[in-house]
């Protein structure tokens, strides 16, 4: 937490240099650094993460996804995320955010396992694959138990606010062994009501201002 009067805190999704730093003076605790979200986001070049690491002092989180579509990765395309991953290990980045999902529409154990081993100690999220996920709950069991740290999710639905319910029982599921970060068009006007219903201590948004807004808003019930 970051004591702001119970306002949870906030990672902020950025796909520039610009809005990068603009999340960071909202009051950002922590970056997901991507290309394109127009795709839902892709891995970000070197280029844009240096420019980034060297004008914020707050965790910045990699994306490492080659390409737009399925989650499913070639031989080939795993080798390329493990070199992103080797590579911007030691540039300064914090973490890694990934889902590899096999035919069966669950998480790729083993291509996860590589990628993790890649990472390291450095913590690893496992992205939003997790919401096409044929079963959650045992694909939350599989990933605590490889190893990530925190899974984003917006429980399947279009918002974190239409899943709460499910992203809650989630939670609960977890009991603290992985970290389940709330995404899906999270805004000011609801964040408060979404962390006290979930009883999270973290949220996951796009929207650069809502780790300032979000002080403003009424309190948790009244969104």
């Known amino acids: 937490m970051n004591g702001r009067a119970g306002i949870c805190d906030f990672e902020i999704c950025v796909d520039s240099f610009d809005a990068a730093i603009q999340a960071f ?6 970056l997901e650094l991507c290309a394109d979200l127009a795709q839902d986001g892709l891995s970000p ?6 420019a980034v690491l060297r004008r914020v002092t707050i965790p910045v989180m990699v994306m490492v996804r ?7 990765y070639s ?17 300064g ?11 069966a529409g669950m998480p790729d154990l083993n291509h996860c396992g590589q990628l993790l081993e890649a990472a390291a100690s450095l913590p690893c999220t496992f992205h939003r694959a997790f919401d096409i996920c044929k079963d959650q709950f045992e694909a939350l069991s599989q990933l605590q138990q490889l190893g990530f740290t925190r899974i984003l999710t917006s429980g399947n639905q279009q918002t974190a606010w239409q899943a709460r319910s499910r992203l809650r029982q989630l939670i609960e599921h977890a009991n603290g062994g992985i970290q389940i970060l709330p995404a899906g068009k999270v805004r000011a006007d609801h964040a408060r009501a979404l962390q006290h219903y979930l009883g999270c201590t973290e949220l996951h948004s796009s929207a650069l201002k ?3 807004d979000a002080e403003a808003v009424s309190e948790p019930g009244d969104a």
Request: net charge negative; with cysteine.
């Open 25 to 30: 003076h909202s009051g950002a605790a922590r």
């Open 45 to 50: 070049d070197s280029q844009l993460l240096d």
């Open 66 to 72: 080659p390409r737009p579509g399925d989650f499913i």
């Open 75 to 91: 031989s080939v395309e795993l080798s390329q995320m493990k070199e992103e991953i080797q590579t911007r290990r030691h540039s």
């Open 93 to 103: 980045c914090h973490g890694f955010v990934f889902g590899c999902l096999n035919a």
């Open 210 to 212: 809502i780790a300032c």
